[in-house]
């Protein structure tokens, strides 16, 4: 059983920076495949990267890719998100899941199992 918890979103004004944090706990974590959603009001929640269990693999939807980047602490228990040069259109709840399976890079929901209960980030232009 993993249990998520998510900090670190806030308002940031639009070519800000803000990392994200998900702390997890049980002792399997570094053994879990991570990632990160996001929805926006009004639509459906959408994929924005994921980790593989030794962080040595990564993946990003098109809309993340050259902007955010996701990595993980083992000895944190704790994944990040580091995002950059925020845009309006980035506002949304930021949300972290895990899998048990360590390899692949999935970016459909039904792949995770576990979810924590998300964070803001609200980007003003």
């Known amino acids: 059983q993993v249990q998520l918890v998510e900090s670190g979103g806030g308002l940031v004004q639009a070519g800000g920076s803000l990392r994200l944090s998900c702390a997890a706990s049980?002792?399997?974590?570094?053994?879990?495949?991570m990632g990160w959603f996001r929805q926006a009001p009004g639509k459906e929640r959408e994929f924005v990267a994921a980790?593989?269990?030794?962080?040595?693999?990564?993946y990003y939807a098109d809309s993340a890719k050259g902007r955010f980047t996701i990595s993980r602490d083992g000895a944190k228990n704790t994944v990040y998100l580091q995002m950059n040069s925020l845009k309006p259109e980035d506002t949304a709840v930021y949300s972290c899941?895990?899998?048990?399976?360590?390899?692949?890079?999935?970016?459909?929901?039904?792949?995770?199992?576990?979810w924590g209960q998300g964070t803001q980030v609200t980007v003003s232009s």
């Open positions: 049980g002792r399997t974590f570094s053994s879990y495949r």
């Open positions: 899941a895990a899998d048990e399976r360590r390899y692949g890079l999935p970016r459909a929901e039904a792949e995770y199992g576990y």
């Open positions: 980790i593989n269990w030794s962080g040595g693999n990564t």
